[in-house]
């Protein structure tokens, strides 16, 4: 059984930082793409920054550029994702996942996306 579990969330004002971490099971971590997908109230969810397979393709979305830092750990089965110069429009859900396509691009691209494993997501609010 897939098991996704997102930790490290929580409440930070304007400005400060937060990492995010995604411990995988039960599956083979070493041959998905992985990335985060946040959600905020009213809105739909959407890609912030996803890592091949591999580790050597890396997407960010435009509105997180320059402030996160996505990275996989294969020997730990784990990913992260460093929050910095955060802003009240970060918060939201934020969702770890696995993708069976192995690209970063399923990040935005659904022509990318082969099975998809979600995690149960995790509140990150930003407070101004």
């Known amino acids: 059984q897939v098991h996704l579990v997102e930790s490290g969330g929580g409440s930070v004002q304007a400005g400060g930082s937060l990492t995010l971490s995604c411990t995988v099971s039960?599956?083979?971590?070493?041959?998905?793409?992985v990335g985060w997908f946040r959600q905020a109230p009213g809105k739909e969810r959407e890609g912030v920054s996803c890592?091949?397979?591999?580790?050597?393709?890396?997407y960010y979305a435009e509105f997180v550029k320059g402030r996160f830092t996505t990275s996989r750990d294969n020997a730990k089965n784990t990913l992260y994702l460093q929050m910095n110069s955060l802003k009240p429009d970060d918060t939201g859900m934020y969702y770890c996942?696995?993708?069976?396509?192995?690209?970063?691009?399923?990040?935005?691209?659904?022509?990318?996306?082969?099975?998809?494993?979600w995690g149960q997501g995790i509140q990150v609010t930003v407070s101004s």
């Open positions: 996942a696995a993708d069976s396509g192995g690209s970063a691009s399923w990040c935005y691209n659904p022509n990318f996306r082969g099975t998809t494993y």
């Open positions: 039960g599956l083979n971590f070493d041959a998905y793409a």
């Open positions: 890592i091949s397979y591999s580790g050597t393709s890396t």
